[in-house]
């Protein structure tokens, strides 16, 4: 996990994601296993789908339609060098306008925020009536060991931050151990929360 000082918009964190300075072949395997993970995602997205936080475009190996968009300049050129179709942008004034998507994955990104709720409304206005959130966020050892981690979220927290957001919960595990009380005790293990658009955010 990254333990630098820098942020995550700084060229550091984008080495941290490259995985510079681990051997190629455990970055290779790293990367084979974090686009497998994403898989799961093929069944709960179709249409127009935004990476938010997209990162060096592990996701667009999966579902290589999709948009991104990430506030790190150089994730950002990496993924269009590549010819994906991502942005730079503010993840609290998305650049697109409002129901432009079917889908948004939040994959270990809110966790970085001072101010998720206002993030997830700002995903709200982007999604269509109906469209589906994807969220993973990191269980309390992963979110321990990254010094650019903001907000913790358990289920509980998760679930108050959604509702009023304009977001009912359609499931909830956690992955790749699907018991909370073990899985706290890796580092890699992650809640996964999947919700639906509602039409109206409650005041």
Known sequence: MYRGEETTTSWAYFEYLLGVGYPRWLVRLVFAVLERSFRPHLREFHGRVLDVGCGIGHFFRVYPDAFGVDHNFYCVRYCVERGYRCVQGDLYRLPFPAGSF??????????????????????????????????????????????????????????????????????????????????????????????????????
């Open 102 to 203: 079917d889908g948004v994955l939040l994959c270990h990104v809110l966790e970085h925020l001072e101010a998720p709720e206002a993030a997830l409304e700002e995903v709200h206005r982007v999604l269509r009536p109906g469209g589906v959130l994807s969220i993973r966020v990191p269980t309390v050892t992963g979110f321990k060991v990254d010094r650019t981690h903001k907000t913790f979220f358990d289920y509980p927290r998760l679930a108050r931050a959604l509702a009023p957001c304009g977001f009912s919960i359609v499931a909830k595990r956690y992955y790749p151990i699907p018991w909370r009380w073990l899985g706290e005790l890796i580092v890699y293990n992650e809640l996964r929360v999947l919700a639906v658009k509602r039409d109206v955010i409650e005041s």
